[in-house]
């Protein structure tokens, strides 16, 4: 328990350099780059959306990079197979065997961060190819199971535009990311800046901060983060308002909501709270660590109606209206 003490307490330290080092490469982004981080301490997967350009990819594989951690990429299309993900077999021959034999060719996925590349162009076979590397660590090929690396981190992009030729992800594979963050277009100083810095020639080194084993001690040591009764009370019944068909439901969320967040959310934003928390110097989370990452762990777990998307009203305006009124 001193052990963990001791590594929550270094972490606030540990988020300032990683920060550091991501601004040399990142203009700009700072809550993306923070939630991100959150994500990571967090040992959650992450579906990033934005519309292309906005250096998704460069910062998924900057993070990488300060925790030394090894960063495979895979692009989705429509002709991606499963194989194309996890692996395949191959027949082989050897002159020290009288038969042949198959050999496993380990995929892309037998990285520690997997950049999962516009996630939504590929049809859901395919995109099941993820699920259970997402939620048991693990590639089963045949009749045979693989152990992945940990840590193990799946980050996926998506473009909110052009959705011609995309297969939207099924309920049941969104509810594995942890997050869902939206990124932005920069602002115009901070786009002047990337337009100066990626047209000339000097490129910044960007130096680890964190390894492999250090990021698992310390997901270890957050879980491990006592949390007050009323702050999980907060978290519970912050998703609970969200259902339509809970006992006491407000008449808002009937109307404009047909499906609310399952316990996962609650689960998701205790786990993101204690991180934050951690992250920041603190050594236990409170309501504002809950109110911070709300957004980002339940605007994909809430399915709003038909009234509301003719209204304009998003999972996200639900989410501020819920917290707004319970204050």
């Known amino acids: 328990m001193n052990n963990s003490l001791e590594i929550i307490e270094n972490l606030n330290s540990k988020r300032n350099q990683l920060l550091n080092e991501i601004h040399k490469v990142i203009i700009g982004q700072d809550t993306v780059i923070d939630n991100i981080i959150i994500g990571l301490f967090s040992n959650g997967h992450i579906l990033i959306e934005g519309v292309p350009g906005l250096a998704k990819t460069l910062l998924i594989s900057t993070i990488a990079r300060t925790f030394n951690l090894s960063f495979s990429r895979i692009q989705f299309t429509p002709d991606l197979m499963p194989s194309d993900i996890t692996g395949s077999e191959i027949l082989n021959q050897s002159e020290h065997r009288l038969d042949n034999y198959y050999d496993f060719i380990k995929g892309p996925v037998f990285a520690n961060i997997i950049l999962a ?121 912050l998703v609970r308002s969200t259902r339509p ?13 047909n499906w609310g967040a399952g316990p996962r959310a609650s689960q998701f934003l205790i786990m993101a709270a204690k991180a934050r928390a951690a992250l920041l110097g603190r050594l236990s989370p409170a309501e504002d660590d809950i109110i911070n990452v709300a957004e980002i762990v339940m605007q994909h777990r809430i399915l709003v109606s038909f009234a509301a998307e003719a209204e304009g009203i998003s999972s996200k305006d639900i989410i501020r209206h819920l917290i707004e009124t319970r204050h």
């Open 245 to 257: 068909n809970e006992e006491g439901a407000s008449d808002y969320v009937k109307k404009w909501v």
């Open 117 to 237: 590349d516009e996630i939504n162009r590929t049809p859901p076979k395919t995109q099941a190819a993820l699920l259970q590397a997402m939620q048991e660590n693990q590639v089963t090929y045949g009749n045979r199971t693989w152990n992945l690396d940990l840590p193990f981190i799946v980050m996926a992009t998506q473009n909110p535009i052009e959705q011609e030729g995309t297969y939207p992800l099924p309920e049941a594979q969104l509810d594995r990311f942890m997050f869902y963050i939206n990124i932005g277009y920069p602002t115009l100083d901070e786009e002047k800046q990337i337009v100066a810095k990626t047209t000339g020639v000097l490129e910044e080194a960007v130096s680890s901060v964190m390894n492999g084993e250090e990021l698992i001690l310390a997901q270890k040591s957050i879980r491990s983060i006592p949390v007050s009764e009323h702050v999980i009370n907060y978290a519970v019944q």
